[in-house]
């Protein structure tokens, strides 16, 4: 089993920046391929960003390439989103997930068995 616990949210302007922070505990050799995903109120969960470690790959959604990061920390067992020039269109609950396989499609939300319980994003205009 592995468990993630997400933390970093917060209320920010416009233009501002946040980091996201994703604890792993468990079986963290469980989690070749970790991702970032968001919901909008209203809206389905979204793909944002996924790095899958064994290729040293990076993947990202077009609404957020070039503003936001995708990183770990191997020895803190964390993984980060570092998210910079956030507009009130980035508003949501970010979500941290993993599963052990490389090959994947990496934006799909049924490619992950591991979720963690979501942290909210706001940005104001």
């Known amino acids: 089993q592995v468990q993630l616990v997400e933390s970093g949210g917060g209320l920010v302007q416009a233009g501002d920046s946040l980091r996201l922070s994703c604890a792993v505990s468990?079986?963290?050799?469980?989690?070749?391929?970790m991702g970032w995903f968001r919901q909008a109120p209203g809206k389905e969960r979204e793909f944002v960003a996924a790095?899958?470690?064994?290729?040293?790959?990076?993947a990202y959604a077009d609404s957020i390439k070039g503003r936001f990061t995708i990183s770990r920390d191997g020895a803190k067992n964390t993984v980060y989103l570092q998210m910079n020039n956030l507009n009130p269109e980035d508003t949501g609950v970010y979500y941290c997930?993993?599963?052990?396989?490389?090959?994947?499609?990496?934006?799909?939300?049924?490619?992950?068995?591991?979720w963690g319980q979501g942290t909210q994003v706001t940005v104001s205009s």
């Open positions: 790095n899958m470690w064994i290729i040293s790959s990076r």
């Open positions: 468990g079986r963290t050799s469980d989690t070749n391929t």
């Open positions: 997930a993993a599963t052990t396989a490389t090959w994947i499609n990496v934006r799909s939300i049924e490619s992950y068995p591991y």
